[in-house]
């Protein structure tokens, strides 16, 4: 009999699951091309061409140990050296291999951070709307999720309602920027705005209130817009980095936390990652993709791919009549949804084999999010299927 915590959880995933082999039953009666699954946040964008040539180069010239051994839980000392030059020319800092665990992608060094902060009843924040498994890594470890409700007109954090949110169980505030569902990337406003909050709170229920800012999409962006680098604004913070996106390697299961060494409790905070590293699991990132990471650590992929779909839907979304914010980063569209049960609106847009994610799932109902990192021409052949779908739902 499997756990109670678990039977809930499997239920609550039956929904994805679903869509899944929705998916799967329409390609079978219309044919996959004919199908149009904007539900999942695969990159299709080919990841450099010297991540494979770097895995081949470091198979062939280094010791099997080398390679595929374990090492310290925080990764190589080696890796961890290179990452912290990269964040330091980048971003003007002063971080060391001190300051970075690798881990298995963004979901790894969450569940750690997490692991390493939080005692039964603590509570963490998030604005919604949230990338949902956040509900689900909080409760890993007995922790409260405290949901700061969306700006719609913007959808920069509330900070607002977040003061009146903080109490003295606050742990954590989880931030997302780039955005997962909306694209929106938070202004240095906002950040700034955030973080004085976060001081004064401190201040006043004399705790320590972490910030922890997850960021596999730090590097897709457009328009030349610039991401605040979170460690620069306040010292409890945490920066959870990944190469799922930003190397399309969502697969191979590779990113890192780094620090501030300002950080309350610094020295054992870092003790408790590696060790919450260990105890959870991963034990440590995978080791060759450690490497690779390293010798690739200028390695980008082609970002515009990504904006040329954004410009096609997101202009084709608006002239049929849609509301919906401009995404400057990641690849994601979360228009409102013309009738208000975003459920329902998912519904009707199976209809027209038009696979979308109800905002709900995101703690923002009203909204639907729609994952436009498959290929252009899809999304030139889905264009009919949402006007369609625009017929049928939004009144003239
Ligand atoms: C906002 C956000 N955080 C974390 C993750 C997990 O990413 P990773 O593959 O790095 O674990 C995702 C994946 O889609 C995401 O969208």
Known sequence: MIS??????????????????????????????????????????????????????????????????????????AVRTKIADFINHKHNLDVTQNNIVMTC?????LNIILKTLINPGDEVIVFAPF?????????????????????????????EVLKEKITAKTKAVIINTPNNPTGVVYSEKAIKELAKTLLEKEEEFGTSIYLISDEPYREIVYDGIEVPYILKYYKNTFIC???????????ERIGYIVTNSKMDDFESVMSALNVANRILGFVNAPSLFQRVVADCIDAEVDVEIYKRNRDLLYNHLIELGFTCIKPEGAFYLFPRTPIENDIEFCQEAKKYNLLLVPGSGFGCPGHVRLAYCISYEKIKKSLAAFEKLAKATISK
């Open 4 to 77: 109670k915590k678990m039977k809930v959880l499997v239920e609550n995933s039956s929904t994805i699951r679903a869509m899944f082999e929705e998916g799967k039953r329409l390609a079978k009666i219309h044919g996959e091309e004919n199908v149009f699954d904007f539900s999942l946040g695969n990159p299709n964008v080919e990841p450099p061409e010297t991540i494979k040539s770097s895995i081949n180069k470091i198979l062939n010239t280094e010791h099997p140990n080398l390679v595929h051994g374990y090492m310290n839980n925080s990764g190589y000392e």
């Open 105 to 109: 992608g963004a979901a790894g060094g």
């Open 131 to 159: 990338f949902g498994e956040y509900r689900n890594y909080v409760s890993n470890y007995d922790g409260e999720l405290v949901i700061v409700p969306p700006d719609i007109e913007t959808f920069e954090p509330n900070i």
């Open 241 to 251: 980095y990944s190469y799922s996106k930003s190397l399309s390697l969502p697969g």
